[in-house]
């Protein structure tokens, strides 16, 4: 015979926080827009090991708005050049959406030189080279996160 054992006690056998609510918020919820899957993987795994964060993966920037109506993230990470809709592309659509305008957005390219001089008329100053340092990807990343709970 089984015997039912209220939720909050296993919670409290498990040592979890007594609303799951309350642990889900504190989880920033990271998109990346990625046409390489590789990419992608090696991009959630090194931020979800090693930051307090969820990561979400579309694999075509037309999906993107789509899955930021579904998962509210506190950071888009975009690669420039992908097929169909490219980053810049996706990031005019961002700007023009109100749920968006705001959103932290990171750019990922194989020529941030360029792509810096010419993101600059766009106001967009979050340009890291790929391939990138982990470290400093990490960093990047849990600095955009920080300064974006600030303003929130």
Known sequence: MRRHVPLQA???RADLPSSPRL?????????V?????DMAALI????????????DHV?????????IAT??????ILDVSMPGLNGIDVFDLLRGSAAAVDLPVLF??????????????FGISDVMAKPFDADTFVRRVDDLLARAARVA
Do not use: W
Not at 59 to 67: E, S, T
Not at 71 to 76: A, I, Q
């Open 33 to 37: 827009a990625d046409d390489d899957s």
């Open 10 to 12: 296993l919670r409290e």
């Open 108 to 121: 990922l390219t194989a020529m941030p030189d360029r792509a810096q001089q010419a993101f600059a008329h």
């Open 59 to 67: 694999a075509n920037g037309a999906l993107v708005l789509d899955q």
């Open 44 to 55: 959630k795994a090194m931020l979800e090991e090693r930051l307090s964060v969820a990561v």
């Open 23 to 31: 642990s889900l918020r504190h989880v920033k919820r990271v998109l």
């Open 71 to 76: 998962t509210h993230p506190d950071l888009v």
